[in-house]
């Protein structure tokens, strides 16, 4: 049964501004230097871990059909992330690589944290404002995604993970037994490739090549261009670098949630290339409180996928009847995917449950496990 609560109110929207005091912590971390440099990566895999285990599930659902003019402070904190972080990075660019007192270990433990945060907090929010209809919502979305040089995302996810997700077609599903090891290197290359053909794809069926200026990814390479020239102009030689280590710290963070979420989950293939369509029971769910504040709601992933452009308030919590359930959330599974067997032992168990759950009539599931079923029509 569905309890409505009031969403309105700025004190319902508060823990999901939790994020912002990360930025202050960045700052000390910078400017005190010694232990607080590994303040952030402490705070946002910890902390919240540990906050899960005391303020325990958030069961509780809003109604679906609240105003936008309601949801004001809870798109406020998206809308404003964007200028919040290009200013935390631009400062750091320009005061880390300078910084007498910090030696080279503590600026490098200093941008790990920083992208901990462009990744955990800014791909997450880019995420959400991709999704939205107005267009300065996704222009911010793609300021998000140019700071770690990922504007690819924005196509992947939009034209090929949520049309392919538990496919063959989409890289980010993640397969049965397939550590992160594995899952990481591929995707990073499936997904750039999978994302300019499904762009190139769309152009096509206008009439138009690759090249027309309407393609995203000349506004993608720009941006991107633009980012690496403000980190050499601020911090030289070790800015830039600094600048792309924090991007691969993000990227990986993306794709460790991305591992976690639909990991083993797969759509039944109908024959001849077709598939079930999408359910909740084909991405994990989880109700963490706490970890929800700071991903603003996105482990509620089973609802994500079944309306992609609800905004976060109003994600709904789905049971186990309905969809698979994480143990914990994506703070501690994405540390947990990080080492293989305690994964497989945590997972595997219940993905086979899952199965027998939903699919008892499958009998082989090798052409599964192994993405060799045929493509989707």
Sequence with gaps: M????????????????MSL???????????????????????????????????GLN????????????????????????????????????????????????????FLGLGVITGTVGINYSHELMHQKPR?????????????????????????????????????????????????????RQCYVSAFNAEKAMLNRKGKPWTDLSNPFFRYWAMQGLMLLIAILLGGV????????????AIWQLEL???VEHYGLTRKHLGSGRYEHVHPRHSWNAAHKASNWLLINLQRHSDHHYKPDRRFPLL??????DAPQLPYGYPLMTMAAMVPPIWRRVMNPRVRRWRQMYYPEINDWKPYNKALNPAPR
């Design 238 to 249: 070790a800015g830039v670098l600094l600048f792309l280590w924090q991007a691969f710290i």
């Design 21 to 55: 005091l990360l930025v202050p912590l960045a700052v000390w971390g910078a400017m005190q230097g010694g232990w607080t440099v590994i303040l952030l990566p402490l705070a946002t895999w910890y902390l919240f871990t540990i906050l899960d285990a005391f303020v």
């Design 136 to 188: 300065g919502e996704r222009l911010l979305g793609d300021a998000l995604l140019a700071m770690v040089l990922y504007s690819h995302f924005r196509s992947e996810h939009m034209l090929v993970h949520h049309r392919y997700v538990a496919t063959p077609r989409d890289p980010v599903t993640a397969r049965y037994n397939e550590g992160f090891h594995r899952f990481f290197p591929r995707v990073l």
């Design 59 to 110: 069961l509780d659902n809003n109604d679906v059909d609240t105003p936008e003019d309601q949801l004001f402070w809870y798109r406020a904190v998206t809308l404003i992330w964007a200028p919040v972080q290009f200013a935390l990075l631009a400062w750091m660019l320009w005061y880390v690589p300078a910084a007498d007192h910090l030696s080279v270990l503590e600026k490098i433990v200093l």
């Design 316 to 321: 709904q919590n789905h049971t186990e009847e």
């Design 2 to 17: 569905t309890t409505r609560t009031p969403v309105s109110h700025i004190r319902n929207a508060l823990p999901f501004w």
């Design 257 to 259: 949630v991305n591992y």
